[in-house]
Every structure is written in structure tokens, then in C-alpha cells.
């Protein structure tokens, strides 16, 4: 199995509503990702978990509660969302997050989410 | 901080013609490098990488990249393009020792049939 599953496929929330999003891999990865990809831009790194800890927060709002439950478990939990947090979310895997070959990314087919 | 430059925002090719996309890196030390194509409504897909040794990477469908060292380079190539290579391409970098992929801001092919 070589793949991130990524659920929902797609998100519409109010601005006070909790939700959350979820990604998972079974490739026996310990390093897994949050990006941000808005229309037409670079995705942006939001959270880097390595071996179940949280590695590398880019100072994203508190409003954005990443959770790693296990090894091939990322959830990031949402709540009083902005319509400008509107965009694709983006999970990825690799290896063990160090360089060479074990630091390559697998990237999953990502969540829309619509803030309304 | 590390950045990547991705020189071609938007290129408009026919069918057939050559492709090169240029992507420059600044980052002293040792790399890894990447490309990845993101096709209209798809995920991002890796299309090749480079860790070490022939700096000749070629990858799927038909594209190759080139890593100069010296000129802090990696341009994507492929001799013919068709209609179906119509997607945004982003080089991405990581340096050694860090977590955070570095992306390019991207170069949204369009190829006309």
C-alpha cells in the first residue's frame, strides 16, 4: 500500500462549527505532514509529526489543533474557522522526515474545505 | 531560510514541442530535490527526484531533470509534449537535516492540441 487516504473529500463549515480532518497511511511511515494549498499557489507547511510528536508548527492560529494518535493516524481538528481558511488541505508521509530517500513525500489527494 | 525560484509562471506550448522549466534553488548544502505535477482537480503527484549520484534523473511520463550543482539549478525537461502534460508544475527542494519541503511558486503548463 502506497498511498495517503485523505477524509472527507470535501468540507463545508460555518464559522462556528467544529470539524475535523482526517489522513491516514499504512506504508510504515513515522514523519507526517498539514499543508495549505490555496487556488493557484504553493502548498504551505503547516505541521511536521515525527515519531508521534509534533516536530514543526509554522506558527499556524491556534484555531488549527493538529492530533497524531498513532504512527499511521494525522488528524487536524478545526474550529471558529475564517472564510479565508477556505482552501485544500494536504497531508503527506515519509519515512522517517530525515534527508536522503527517507525524507521523500508522499502526498495524499487532500480535503477542500469551504468556510462559509 | 531556503527559497526556490521557478522562473516560467505560465507557458503555452503546441503539441510536440520541446519543454524546459527552469527552477533554481538557494540553499548552500546538500539537497534533496523534486518535481511534481498537479493535473486540473488532481493531488499532487511526484514526477522524479534526485537524492545523489547521476545528476541525470528521469521519471515518469516521459520527463527528465537535471541537476547542476554549480549553478544551483534543476530544469525539468521532456522533448514532446502532448495535450495531456496540461497541469501546474512545482519544483520543491529539501535540504539535508531539515523537515520542510520548500516549494516554487509554480509554472502552469498549458498545451494546445
Known amino acids: 500500500d502506497t498511498e495517503v487516504t485523505q477524509t472527507p473529500k470535501h468540507l463545508v463549515m460555518g464559522m462556528t462549527n467544529k470539524k475535523s480532518l482526517k489522513c491516514e497511511q499504512h506504508?510504515?511511515?513515522?514523519?507526517m505532514y498539514w499543508y495549505k494549498q490555496k487556488a493557484k499557489k504553493p502548498p504551505e507547511l503547516m505541521f511536521v509529526?515525527?515519531?508521534?510528536?509534533?516536530?514543526i508548527n509554522e506558527s499556524v492560529p491556534s484555531r488549527f489543533s493538529p492530533e497524531c494518535p498513532n504512527s499511521s493516524l494525522l488528524n487536524l481538528h478545526l474550529h471558529a474557522l475564517q472564510p479565508e481558511d477556505s482552501a485544500l488541505y494536504l497531508c503527506?508521509?515519509?519515512?522517517?522526515?530525515?534527508?536522503?530517500?527517507?525524507?521523500?513525500?508522499?502526498f495524499g489527494p487532500g480535503t477542500r474545505l469551504t468556510v462559509l | 531560510a531556503q527559497s526556490v525560484s521557478q522562473h516560467n509562471h505560465h507557458v503555452i506550448l503546441s503539441e510536440a514541442a520541446s519543454l524546459e522549466l527552469g527552477c533554481n534553488y538557494s540553499y548552500g548544502g546538500t539537497v534533496n530535490l523534486f518535481w511534481y505535477v498537479q493535473y486540473p482537480g488532481q493531488h499532487l503527484q511526484l514526477l522524479l527526484k534526485y537524492f545523489s549520484g547521476d545528476p541525470l534523473v528521469k521519471g515518469i511520463k516521459g520527463f527528465e531533470a537535471e541537476f547542476i550543482k554549480s549553478k544551483f539549478s534543476f530544469n525539468l525537461r521532456k522533448p514532446s509534449v502532448q495535450w495531456s502534460d496540461t497541469a501546474e508544475y512545482f519544483c520543491?527542494?529539501?535540504?539535508?537535516?531539515?523537515?520542510?519541503?520548500?516549494f516554487g511558486i509554480g509554472t502552469k503548463l498549458q498545451v494546445i492540441p
Open positions: 509529526y515525527s515519531y508521534e510528536k509534533l516536530s
Open positions: 503527506a508521509s515519509s519515512q522517517d522526515g530525515t534527508s536522503g530517500a527517507l525524507g521523500e513525500q508522499f
Open positions: 506504508m510504515g511511515h513515522r514523519a
Open positions: 520543491a527542494v529539501i535540504p539535508w537535516g531539515y523537515q520542510k519541503v520548500t
